[in-house]
C-alpha cells in the first residue's frame, strides 16, 4: 500500500509531468489562459492516462516488443475518442475553445511516456496510481498557471460563467499574461519557485 501511495504522489511533486519531468509542455502553455479551461483539459488527460494505464498494464504479458507503441496509442487513441465526442457533445463551447488540443493527447507525452516507463513494466493498481497521480500533477500546474494568467491579464477569474474574482476598473491588466510569453514567464516563475522549496527542504 505504501508502495501504491508512493505512485501517486511522486506524480504530484517529486516527477511532476510539467515541472519536473518537462513533458506534456505544448498543451499546457496553450489552454492555461484561463482556470476552467485548466479544468477540463485537466480532467480530459487525466481520464485518458488512468484508463490508458490500467489497459496497458492489464495486457503487457500478452504485448510483444516489437509491437508495443502501435497498441499504446491505438488505446490512448480510444479513451481521447470518447473523451472527443463527450466534450464535443455536453460542453461545446469549451469544446471549440481547446480545439485541436483535445484530439492531440493521443500524442501528448505524458501519456505515451508513462505508458511506456511505467504502465507497461508494472502492476494494474500501481499503473492506476500512477495515472492518477500524474494526471493530478499536471491539472494543478494547469490550474495554477490559469489563475495567474487570468487573474493578471484580464483582471477577473471567470468560472462557469460566474465572476469569483474581480481586481476592480482601476486595475489595467497587461495584456502579455494571456499571451504565450505570459505562459513562459509564469511557467517559469513556478519552476523557480520550487526549485526554492525543494532547495530549502534539503537543507
Not at 9 to 36: D, F, H, Y
Not at 84 to 92: E, G, N, T
Not at 129 to 157: H, N, P, Q
Request: hydrophobic share 55%; with cysteine.
Amino acid at each position: 500500500m505504501n508502495q501504491v501511495w508512493h505512485d501517486f504522489k511522486s506524480g504530484i511533486v517529486a516527477e511532476n509531468p510539467l515541472l519536473r519531468l518537462m513533458i506534456g509542455l505544448c498543451s499546457a502553455l496553450a489552454v492555461s489562459t484561463r482556470v476552467e479551461y485548466g479544468i477540463f483539459m485537466g480532467i480530459a488527460a487525466s481520464f485518458v492516462l488512468f484508463s490508458s494505464n490500467i489497459i496497458i498494464s492489464a495486457i503487457r504479458r500478452w504485448t510483444a516488443d516489437q509491437i508495443r507503441i502501435p497498441i499504446f496509442i491505438t488505446v490512448i487513441a480510444s479513451f481521447v475518442t470518447i473523451v472527443d465526442l463527450v466534450m464535443r457533445a455536453y460542453f461545446y463551447p469549451v469544446y471549440k475553445v481547446l480545439g485541436v488540443w483535445i484530439p492531440l493527447i493521443v500524442v501528448n507525452c505524458i501519456i505515451l511516456g508513462r505508458a511506456e516507463a511505467f504502465a507497461y513494466k508494472h502492476s494494474i493498481i500501481r499503473s492506476a496510481a500512477d495515472g492518477l497521480g500524474m494526471g493530478a500533477g499536471y491539472t494543478l500546474v494547469l490550474l495554477v498557471m490559469g489563475f495567474i494568467r487570468e487573474l493578471s491579464g484580464t483582471g477577473k477569474i471567470i468560472l462557469f460563467g460566474q465572476i469569483l474574482v474581480n481586481l476592480g476598473a482601476g486595475f489595467e491588466p497587461p495584456s502579455i499574461m494571456i499571451l504565450f510569453p505570459g505562459a513562459f514567464l509564469t511557467f517559469g516563475f513556478l519552476m523557480a519557485l520550487l526549485n526554492i522549496v525543494q532547495s530549502r527542504g534539503r537543507s
